[in-house]
Structure formats: structure tokens, C-alpha cells
């Protein structure tokens, strides 16, 4: 057994025990209005912000209390990003975008299959999701048109959740869902076997992947100005 592994059995069990004690100076759950107590007051993990829900909620979304945008409220801001690219197909800061897109797709290793994703870190598992895409030759402009949607959406929005954690994670969604799965079939037939395994898009993973695709396009939102869908 390697030095890295003991280390990290040993990680894992001393963060098992801390999170089994409940701590009396965490009671409340963050949210305004919940009342619930927050994990770390209730031997339920290590958080001292939020209660259970809340915390998969975050988790899930970016922010505790707000949730991700729908495909229906996206649809009219990702037509509106869609076309302001085609008409700016030649601009510098656009085809800028569209190669660091690209340059992640290059730099993002090996492909790994999904159902191999089970010990890798959030960090390499945002990796492994730039390699899908990369696999499954996913044309860059839509990684540009996920992030620009999310952007007019949120400037849009009567109460937007103003944090860049929320639009980077709401922007890592869309991107993840592109990477899709592993499919694999063995066999013909009614004998015939299928394996279909999909990521779950949540957690860190979605953190290094939004933090990812805003370093590939920040450089462009500037450039939208006030454009707004109609």
C-alpha cells in the first residue's frame, strides 16, 4: 500500500469521526427562513452553513435557495447567443473563445470511460468530462453559446443569484449534459446487452468545469454589451 493511499484512508476516517460530532456552535441552517439546524449541529457532516436540503441544493445548483434555470426560460437567451456569435463569427475575442474551448479539449488527457470515474478526484473528473466532449467531437461554439445563454439569463432575471459561483455551475450543466455518458452494446439481438452510465453533474466537479469555461470566454462577455433576447 502506497504512502498516498494510507494518507487518504486516513483523511477519510478522521473526517468520519468529525463529522459524526455534533458541534453546538452551528445551529441554524443559513437560509433565511428554513429554521432547520445546519449539518454540523446534527452529526450529519461537516457543514456549519447549511441543513441537509440545503446543502444538496447547492450542491446541485450553485446556491442554496435559487434554482437552475429551466430549458424553457433558457431557450429565447440561447437563440439570442447563438445568432450575436454567428454575426460576429470573425471577431478577434470570439475565435479567441472558441480556441481556448479548444485548447481544453487538447489538454484534457486520456479519454475515461464513465463508469471509471469512481476515485478520481472533482478536478480530474472535470478533465475526463472535457476529454468526452472532445470524443464525441462537440462543436466548441456550443460550449461558447452555454456560457453566454446563462449570462443573458442572468441579466434578465427580476432576482438573480449574482454570485459566479451560480453561473458557473449553471454553465458547467449545459456543458456536462453534452458530454453525455458511456454507451457500450454486446451482442445482437433480444440477447443483445447495453450499459448506459452517466456522470451525476453536481458538486465540485461542476466548480472546476464552470471555473474552466469562464477563463475560455471572460474575455468575450465584455463584448455582448447590452444585447438582451427579444
Not at 460530532?21 to 446534527?42: D, I, N, W
Not at 452494446?185 to 448506459?196: D, F, I, M, S
Not at 453536481?202 to 462577455?221: F, K, S, W
Request: proline fraction near 4%; charge should be positive.
Amino acid at each position: 500500500m502506497t504512502a498516498k493511499l494510507i494518507r487518504k484512508r486516513e483523511r477519510k476516517v478522521e473526517v468520519k469521526a468529525r463529522a459524526s460530532e455534533p458541534s453546538s456552535m452551528f445551529k441554524v441552517c443559513r437560509v433565511v427562513g428554513c429554521g432547520k439546524p445546519a449539518r454540523s449541529g446534527t452529526g450529519d457532516g461537516l457543514d456549519t452553513r447549511f441543513c441537509r436540503s440545503h446543502a444538496d441544493h447547492y450542491a446541485r445548483h450553485g446556491s442554496a435557495y435559487k434554482p437552475s434555470y429551466t430549458a424553457a426560460e433558457l431557450s429565447p437567451h440561447r437563440g439570442a447567443a447563438e445568432a450575436w456569435l454567428d454575426a460576429n463569427a470573425n471577431d478577434t475575442w470570439v475565435r479567441n473563445a472558441i480556441d481556448r474551448v479548444e485548447t481544453l479539449y487538447r489538454s484534457a488527457g486520456q479519454h475515461v470511460e464513465a463508469f471509471r470515474l469512481r476515485g478520481l478526484s472533482p478536478q480530474e473528473r472535470a478533465r475526463a468530462a472535457w476529454a468526452r466532449l472532445r470524443k464525441v467531437k462537440v462543436d466548441p461554439r456550443r460550449v461558447v453559446v452555454a456560457w453566454l445563454t446563462i449570462e443573458l439569463a442572468i441579466r434578465a432575471d427580476p432576482q438573480p443569484e449574482t454570485k459566479v459561483e451560480f453561473k458557473r455551475v449553471q454553465a458547467a450543466k449545459l456543458v456536462h449534459r453534452m458530454a453525455s455518458g458511456t454507451h457500450k452494446r454486446w451482442g445482437e439481438g433480444v440477447g443483445a446487452k447495453e450499459l448506459h452510465v452517466y456522470p451525476r453533474p453536481r458538486g465540485r466537479v461542476l466548480r472546476h468545469l464552470g471555473a474552466d469555461i469562464e477563463g475560455a470566454v471572460e474575455l468575450l462577455v465584455d463584448r455582448l454589451g447590452s444585447l438582451a433576447c427579444a
